[in-house]
């Protein structure tokens, strides 16, 4: 363990913040406002199931998550419903899905758990696979979180658990790996993306489905312990 743990790096998705309905359920409320068609969710949602199993990480130049691979996305998904003409209200509406701090909600032990660990004195930043816009939904979602840079997939063109990304945040902070930690819900991304860029790691595991894993804790309230134990 580290002789002086500086950084606690955080994931997003599912570790800060969740989404407050299935994504399926929101693109068909916006779709029917717009084109008032009477468009169904499961027809909705198995478009884009069958998108997803198709799309790359890169697409004419655009990495996942950013604009230009949305913009696809999007356009692939209305062709694949046989949405009608015209589409640029639309898909604006479907854009401004991930820009509205009312689709997400923060998890209740998150700004307890923010707050005790900058009182141990330790900096915090968030490293996650995200779209252009995650900083300014962080500073509406979470505008006393104190974080000192945010990390998205989009912006950097690397994606978890490629050690890269955990690199770049690295580099941005001023921070050796081994003095830092990376927290979040996915053992593939967070945990073994983290270990291979040579940080320690701490899964968090809120369903209880990992029980077999050292690092491990179900809430985020467990975190500031974990941490002071750690040093």
Request: net charge negative; proline share 6%.
């Amino acid at each position: 363990m580290p002789e002086s743990l500086i950084t606690v790096f955080f994931d997003v998705g599912d570790t800060l913040i969740r989404i407050r309905a299935p994504l399926y359920s929101l693109y068909t409320r916006v779709i029917n406002r717009h084109k008032n068609n009477g468009f169904h969710e499961d027809e909705v949602r198995a478009a884009m199931r069958g998108i997803a199993d198709r799309f790359p990480l890169m697409l004419d130049g655009h990495f996942r998550y950013s604009d230009g691979w949305f913009e696809q996305y999007i356009f692939v998904l209305l062709e694949k419903i046989e949405c009608p003409h015209p589409w640029d209200g639309l898909r604006q509406g479907l854009f401004d899905l991930f820009d509205d701090p009312e689709t997400f909600e923060v998890f209740s032990d998150v700004t307890p758990c923010l707050k005790a660990i900058h009182n141990l004195g330790l900096r915090t930043a968030v490293i996650s696979n995200w779209g252009y816009r995650l900083s300014r939904l962080l500073e509406r979602l979470l505008p006393e979180s104190g974080f000192q840079t945010v990390i998205s997939s989009a912006e950097v063109e690397r994606e978890k658990p490629d050690p890269g990304i955990f690199h770049l945040a690295l580099s941005r902070m001023g921070n050796e790996p081994d003095r830092c930690i990376h927290v979040g819900d996915s053992l593939e991304n967070d945990v073994e993306g983290a270990v291979s860029a040579g940080l320690y790691s701490v899964l968090l595991d809120r369903p209880g489905a990992h029980l077999d894993v050292v690092n491990r804790i179900s809430s985020l309230e467990d975190l500031p312990s974990y941490l002071e134990k750690m040093r």
